[in-house]
Antibody, heavy 116, light 110 residues
Framework: EVQLVESGGGLVQPGGSLRLSCAAS????????MSWVRQPPGKGLEWVAN????????YYVDSVKGRFTISRDNAKNSLYLQMNSLRVEDTAMYFC?????????WGQGSLVTVSS | QSALTQPASVSGSPGQSITISCTGT?????????VSWYQHHPGKAPKLMIY???NRPSGVSNRFSGSKSGNTASLTISGLQAEDEADYYC??????????FGGGTKLTVL
């Protein structure tokens, strides 16, 4: 059974940092692109970043470029999102997802709240 | 990286059919056959209903179907049921190698 379990969310002040992790199981992690998708409260889904199987390619939505870094450790079957210089508008539920289009498997989400 | 355009809401009675449109550009919807549709209930993970424009994942009812013409994709739900009430998002691969979603459509079953 495919499982994606996020962790690391929480409350952080504007300008602060947070690192999200996603533990994957039930499939060969190193064979798949992985993505982070977020949903701000009361708003729609937004694709944040994705990363190729081997980590050699990474892509970001313009609003997080230079502040967020997506990475992966295939030996640990884990996906990460390092979030720096956080802004109030980064407040959202962050989902880990398998693939980079047509996402079949999603985590349950990790809530990030940026507030003073 | 502009969001795809969807109607904010649609509604229909049980048994009826509804269609949700998703309009993008030649850099996303029109340029690739990688349009997908998701059903989303607040607080839960999105559920993939259609991928690669027309394909249904295993377990998804054949009442759900997808199509595309030019820069506009569509999701049709036939034989509406109360359980179909949810938010629906389209998504597409883009020329930036990052996905993009539509703004979401709230489906109300009357």
């Amino acid at each position: 059974e495919v499982q994606l379990v996020e962790s690391g969310g929480g409350l952080v002040q504007p300008g602060g940092s947070l690192r999200l992790s996603c533990a994957a199981s039930g499939f060969t992690f190193s064979n798949y692109w992985m993505s982070w998708v977020r949903q701000p409260p009361g708003k729609g889904l937004e694709w944040v970043a994705n990363i190729k199987h081997d980590g050699s390619e990474k892509y970001y939505v313009d609003s997080v470029k230079g502040r967020f870094t997506i990475s992966r450790d295939n030996a640990k079957n884990s996906l990460y999102l390092q979030m720096n210089s956080l802004r109030v508008e980064d407040t959202a539920m962050y989902f880990c997802a398998r693939g980079h289009h047509g996402i079949l498997y999603w985590g349950q989400g990790s809530l990030v709240t940026v507030s003073s | 990286q502009s969001a795809l355009t969807q109607p904010a809401s649609v509604s229909g009675s049980p048994g009826q059919s509804i269609t949700i449109s998703c309009t993008g550009t030649s850099s996303d919807v029109g340029g690739y056959n990688y349009v997908s549709w998701y059903q989303h209930h607040p607080g839960k993970a999105p559920k993939l209903m259609i991928y690669d424009v027309t394909n249904r994942p295993s377990g998804v009812s054949n009442r759900f179907s997808g199509s595309k013409s030019g820069n506009t994709a569509s999701l049709t739900i036939s034989g509406l049921q109360a359980e179909d009430e949810a938010d629906y998002y389209c998504g597409s691969y883009t020329s930036n190698s990052l996905g993009v979603f539509g703004g979401g459509t709230k489906l109300t079953v009357l």
